[in-house]
C-alpha cells in the first residue's frame, strides 16, 4: 500500500507492537491473521493519510515481477524491460485506486484471502468486499489498457 519497501518494513514493525500491546483485544474465535491484517491495515491508511503529497517511487526494487499472483504476473515473453515496463504499469494503476480498492485487491491476490477475511481487515461486509475486488479488478484493467496494456497486448 505504501509504494516503498522501507516504509512498509517500518509499518510492519508498528504493527506488530500495537498487536502485542493490544492483544487483549484479541478475539480467540477469530484467526490471528485477519487480526494483524487489521491492525496493518489501519496502521497503513494512517501512514497514507499522514503523508498525503509525496511521492512514490516506481522504481523500488520489489518491482521485479517475480511473482505468479495476478498483481505479479508472469509474462510469457521473458523480457525484462518488458516486465519492468509491466511492473510499473501496474504500480502506476494500483496508486491510482481509492484506498480502500487498493487494499481489498491487495490483501485478495498478493496475500491469498478470502472475502471474509478481507471484510474482517477492511471493517467491511464480506459482500462489500467481493464489491471492492471487482471494482479494483475493473477499474485497474481500464487503466491498464489505456496504458497500452490491453488484452491485445
Do not use: C
Not at 512498509?8 to 491473521?33: C, G, H, M, P, V
Not at 480502500?100 to 474482517?120: C, K, M, N, Q, T
Not at 468486499?129 to 490491453?150: D, I, M, N, P, Y
Request: proline letters at 5%; a positive charge.
Amino acid at each position: 500500500m505504501t509504494g516503498d519497501w522501507a516504509t512498509a518494513e517500518d509499518l510492519a514493525q508498528e504493527t506488530f507492537i500495537k498487536a502485542y500491546r493490544n492483544l487483549a483485544a484479541f478475539d480467540a474465535t477469530r484467526r490471528l491473521s485477519s487480526w494483524l491484517f487489521r491492525i496493518a491495515h489501519n496502521t497503513a491508511v494512517d501512514a497514507l493519510r499522514r503523508s498525503r503529497g509525496r511521492e512514490v517511487s516506481l522504481d523500488s526494487p520489489d518491482l521485479a515481477m517475480e511473482g505468479s499472483s495476478p498483481l505479479h504476473p508472469r509474462l510469457t515473453d521473458p523480457d525484462p524491460l518488458e516486465r519492468l515496463a509491466l511492473g510499473r504499469a501496474l504500480e502506476a494503476a494500483l496508486s491510482r485506486l481509492r484506498p480502500a480498492y487498493r487494499a481489498a485487491i491487495v490483501l485478495r491476490y498478493d496475500d491469498g484471502l478470502s472475502f471474509d477475511e478481507i471484510g474482517h481487515v477492511l471493517g467491511v461486509p464480506e459482500v462489500t468486499a467481493r464489491s471492492h475486488v471487482h471494482r479494483a479488478r475493473k477499474e485497474l484493467a481500464q487503466h491498464l489498457t489505456k496504458s497500452g496494456w490491453g488484452p491485445s497486448r
